[in-house]
């Protein structure tokens, strides 16, 4: 399968919270890093229990904003409403044999990291899409 395959039915799969599905997606040994919040997650069986056992993973649908592919490498831009926030992450894939083999993710919200004022005559509001 395709690395764009991959990752398209991995979103997916953790959008249907089909667990099973997305561990077959995973590589056992696969390293998933969150920079935004200094975690690594290392291993198919870590990267499934930190999204199974999320308290509000039954409020996430998944919306895929943007999927783009190089080789082996594929980014993504999605975003997951929840009641109180709406998180945007890009992700970095690296795919080989039909598995995620390593990512880094940058999961934030849209207006978390407030633009000093110094700026306000060089910008204009950034409007979701």
Known sequence: M?????????????????????AGLIAEDAVIEWPVSAERIVGRANFIAVNSDDADSDEKPVRVLRILADGDHVVTEVEVPQDHVLYRAVSLWTVRDGEVVEAREYWTSPGQDPAPRWRAGYVEPLVAD
């Open 2 to 22: 395709e690395p764009l395959s991959v990752v398209a039915r991995l979103w997916e799969r953790i959008g249907a919270r089909n667990w099973e599905g997305v």
